[in-house]
């Protein structure tokens, strides 16, 4: 047996990278383009700190890039299918919803009919 790990386990692993609500934000915030670690706090409304201990995580795994232009640092998406993930996420979500929304819908007609 070779030492390869199976593609289902490099899967689970990028999905975990993502499983953190300041991460998504960050990856959301990109979205329109590159953007100044300034700019990212001010979004985002973390500690410095917090941030960048984030974004690191997200440069290791090769989601993002950084530049240094003078003094400042700043953070870009590292291809179009980051995005296009994003984007991806938020229509499996809508509809998720939307389905959540007709159930919701439908037990709250039989409250009524039972009456």
Do not use: W
């Not at 296009?84 to 039989?110: C, F, K, S, V």
């Amino acid at each position: 047996m070779s030492g390869q790990v199976p593609l289902y386990q490099v899967k689970a692993e990028f999905f975990r990278m993502l499983g953190h609500p300041v991460r998504i934000r960050v990856l959301e915030l990109l979205q329109g383009g590159p953007m100044p670690v300034r700019d990212l706090l001010a979004d985002i409304e973390i500690e410095p700190s917090a941030l960048s201990q984030q974004l690191a995580v997200l440069r290791r795994s090769g989601i993002v890039t950084a530049t240094r232009e003078g003094s400042t640092v700043v953070y870009a998406l590292a291809g179009g299918d980051v995005a296009e993930l994003m984007r991806a996420a938020r229509r499996i979500l809508t509809q998720m919803l939307a389905g959540q929304n007709e159930l919701l819908a439908q037990l709250r007609e039989a409250e009524v009919d039972a009456r």
